[in-house]
């Protein structure tokens, strides 16, 4: 850098030295430039900064927004319908019921869904019952029923009063033959609000499989269009609400467990369900604690007697065992209100379902109401129909 330096010399005789500012702008240029750069550089840098937090915040809303897109399942709504392939003979696509249900986010093991489905349901016996209990065949059963309602009435009345106006007799007889049949449809529609033995009971090792992965199964059915509509229904059901609230109400009532454990022997006593077990031989011999309870036999027994009787049993007989539905006295309060939970689980999806769970007026459903709809939740229908 050049610096000018002139001398000047004054009227007195002083000289004076003076500085070019040539060389003091260019030092100034100088320091705004390096300071403009060192601000370009700061600001860079501040932008790549933002662009790194908005890379972030992205990367952390991703996540978030494919939680948002998978459905939020509430209790009582239905996953997945699969209707009869035919209704002459009742049977159900499991296959595309799985492929559906990993679709919505369900992985099932094949051994707790299409294996103890096939064993409740695809049986030729299951299937004829699944026919005749079917609401198709009662809605062409009415009209049958009553003509021969209206027959057996009239040749009955023709046979012992004698009228001479035939009119008024077929009037009388269509009213009383309209009456009895009406009773009679009313006397099915009951009954199938009530626990299916052949079809809910069925389905109750089902439900205590599927409900490990929050679903209940039911198969219900209704009339629509003059049609049936028979399907194979998949709810999503979170029990941890329902088996806590019931819990409770069976804690609350242990001063009266008497009384509770009669409500639950008057109510569930006809539900009995037989069985087919395999014999056991004990001359065979079987496990350490079979050959103890022998040991435990009345005495009076003789040898003799016993070794005719499996001497005189069939290979491959088996024994028919009763088991009761009720729960058991000795049990805990959380194991009866489970016991019971699943025993309801069919019989409550297939009344929600076929709309034949309406909330009665006079019955608040209170906080404790676990179902999003205006229907009784499962916890609650076990109150009203058992422990009320």
């Not at 010399?9 to 003076?18: A, F, H, L, S, Y």
Request: aromatic share 8%.
């Amino acid at each position: 850098m050049n610096t000018v330096v002139a001398l000047n010399v004054d009227p007195e005789g002083n000289t004076i030295i003076t500085a070019s500012l040539t060389s003091w702008n260019l030092i100034l240029q100088e320091v705004v430039i390096s300071k403009m750069m060192e601000d370009n550089s700061g600001v860079c840098h501040v932008m790549e900064e933002n662009r790194v937090d908005v890379q972030i915040r992205q990367t952390e809303a991703e996540p978030q927004q494919a939680d948002n897109n998978v459905p939020k399942w509430t209790n009582g709504q239905c996953v997945v319908a699969t209707p009869s392939c035919s209704m002459l003979n009742p049977s159900f696509d499991l296959s595309l019921c799985r492929a559906k249900l990993e679709t919505d986010g369900f992985q099932i093991p094949f051994k707790d869904m299409d294996a103890p489905l096939k064993t409740a349901l695809d049986v030729p016996s299951v299937r004829r019952y699944l026919v005749f209990n079917s609401a198709l065949f009662h809605f062409a059963m009415a009209p049958v029923l009553y003509v021969v309602v209206w027959c057996g009435v009239f040749s009955t009345l023709h046979l012992y009063i004698a009228v001479s106006d035939y009119w008024v007799l077929c009037l009388s007889v269509s009213l009383v033959s309209i009456f009895l049949t009406i009773a009679i449809i009313f006397v099915l529609q009951y009954r199938n609000k009530e626990i299916n033995m052949n079809i809910d009971v069925r389905l109750i090792q089902v439900n205590e499989r599927l409900v490990k992965h929050k679903l209940l199964v039911a198969v219900a059915d209704w009339v629509q269009s003059c049609a049936g509509n028979m399907q194979l229904y998949f709810v999503f059901w979170d029990m941890s609400c329902c088996l806590r609230a019931l819990t409770e109400t069976f804690e609350e009532r242990s001063f009266v467990e008497d009384n509770t454990q009669n409500k639950l022997e008057r109510k569930l006593s006809h539900l009995v369900l037989v069985a087919e077990d395999a014999a056991v031989d004990p001359e065979v011999g079987g496990s350490d604690e079979e050959q103890d309870s022998s040991e435990q036999r009345p005495l009076l027994t003789r040898e003799d007697t016993e070794c005719s009787t499996s001497a005189n049993r069939p290979e491959g007989a088996k024994v028919t065992t009763n088991y009761s539905l009720v729960p058991d006295a000795s049990l805990p309060a959380q194991a009866k209100a489970y016991q019971l939970l699943m025993t309801y689980s069919a019989t409550y999806v297939r009344l929600l379902l076929s709309e034949r769970l309406s909330r009665p007026s006079h019955y608040p459903l209170g906080p404790q109401n676990h179902c999003p709809t205006d229907h009784l939740c499962l916890c609650q229908y076990i109150k009203k129909k058992i422990l009320r």
